[in-house]
């Protein structure tokens, strides 16, 4: 099999956690998987309150102010104190500066919106590999109630406006609840 083919086998069993940790390379996937999936519990849990705080006390417009200034600084923050670089990506990206996926992210994000489409809930859609020696993980970012009021269809004007001011080329709206609207993607630190 071709390094690419097992790259790709490999990619697919840790995706299924099928991988089990026999041998070293497998529990260093298995363990490296395990902290990104952390990485991306305590991004989450450390923004989704925010942005729901935001909400509360001035509205969708609102929340896009914060999150544009929260998002980046937790993404920052996480990179720096565990050394993995965090950011979050998109087909469809709302900050052009730090949200637009490379050849890998683009194409595993694909394979996300595919495998929602087939009926895979976004929030088991996941994947691990190891791409130039580096291992990375992608995580989907499913469409919750929550961002519709500034990822749906129907923006109010002032979150357009919103929108506007602090993403000038925004693509990330016309979602629909439940579709994969990015992923959070990390890269590991060099062993």
């Given at each position: 099999?071709?390094?690419?083919?097992?790259?790709?086998?490999?990619?697919?069993?840790?995706s299924?956690?099928?991988?089990?940790?026999?041998?070293t390379?497998?529990s260093?996937?298995?363990?490296?998987?395990?902290?990104?999936?952390?990485?991306?519990?305590r991004?989450v849990?450390?923004?989704?309150?925010q942005?729901?705080q935001a909400m509360?006390?001035g509205?969708?417009?609102?929340?896009?102010a914060?999150?544009?200034e929260?998002?980046?600084?937790?993404m920052?923050?996480?990179?720096?104190e565990?050394?993995?670089?965090?950011?979050?990506?998109?087909?469809?990206?709302?900050n052009?500066?730090?949200?637009?996926?490379d050849?890998?992210?683009?194409?595993?994000?694909?394979?996300?919106?595919a495998r929602?489409?087939?009926?895979?809930?976004?929030?088991?859609?996941?994947?691990?590999?190891v791409?130039?020696?580096r291992?990375?993980y992608m995580?989907?970012?499913?469409?919750?109630?929550?961002?519709?009021?500034?990822h749906?269809?129907n923006?109010?004007?002032?979150v357009q406006?919103?929108?506007?001011?602090h993403?000038?080329?925004?693509?990330?709206?016309?979602?629909?609840?439940?579709?994969?609207?990015?992923a959070i993607s990390?890269i590991?630190?060099?062993?």
């Amino acid at each position: 099999m071709h390094h690419f083919g097992t790259l790709l086998l490999a990619t697919a069993l840790l995706s299924h956690g099928a991988l089990a940790g026999g041998n070293t390379a497998d529990s260093t996937a298995s363990t490296r998987t395990e902290e990104a999936r952390a990485l991306v519990g305590r991004f989450v849990g450390q923004l989704k309150p925010q942005l729901q705080q935001a909400m509360a006390a001035g509205g969708p417009a609102h929340a896009v102010a914060v999150c544009a200034e929260v998002a980046p600084a937790l993404m920052d923050s996480l990179s720096a104190e565990t050394g993995w670089q965090v950011r979050r990506v998109s087909l469809q990206a709302r900050n052009a500066e730090r949200a637009e996926p490379d050849a890998w992210e683009r194409a595993v994000l694909q394979q996300f919106a595919a495998r929602q489409a087939a009926g895979t809930p976004a929030s088991q859609l996941q994947q691990a590999a190891v791409t130039d020696g580096r291992f990375r993980y992608m995580q989907a970012q499913g469409t919750e109630g929550l961002c519709l009021a500034c990822h749906g269809e129907n923006l109010s004007p002032a979150v357009q406006e919103a929108l506007d001011t602090h993403y000038p080329d925004d693509r990330a709206t016309g979602y629909q609840l439940g579709e994969v609207r990015g992923a959070i993607s990390l890269i590991a630190p060099a062993s």
